[in-house]
């Protein structure tokens, strides 16, 4: 069974900057399109970035720019590196991982880590 741990979020002021992790076990991490979403209070989740398992990205346009996405597949882990942060990038981020190794759109999710941009 995969499964997926996030950490790394907190309170940042507005501009500074956060590195989300996400561990991913059970399965052949390497196989697995990963991809962080978020989801505002009253919002709905949305893709923010997303890896393939050929290491072809994607990013929401609101986050182009700012946020890099990125897999180390010998330690099985996927990061979220967040720059220039702003006030509506407040949200839950959530780690996703999809077996068919494409934009991650699959079942398995983390339980989520808070960022909170503040000043």
């Known amino acids: 069974q995969v499964q997926l741990v996030e950490s790394g979020g907190g309170l940042v002021q507005p501009g500074g900057s956060l590195r989300l992790s996400c561990a991913h076990s059970?399965?052949?991490?390497?196989?697995?399109?990963m991809g962080w979403y978020r989801q505002a209070p009253g919002k709905q989740r949305e893709l923010v970035a997303s890896?393939?398992?050929?290491?072809?990205?994607y990013y929401a346009d609101s986050v182009k720019g700012r946020f890099t996405i990125s897999r180390d597949n010998a330690k099985n882990t996927v990061y979220l590196q967040m720059n220039s942060l702003k006030p509506e990038d407040t949200a839950v981020y959530f780690c996703n991982a999809d077996p068919s190794g494409g934009v991650a759109r699959g079942p398995y999710w983390g339980q989520g880590t808070q960022v909170t941009v503040s000043s």
């Open positions: 890896i393939t398992n050929g290491g072809r990205t």
């Open positions: 059970g399965s052949i991490f390497s196989l697995y399109g």
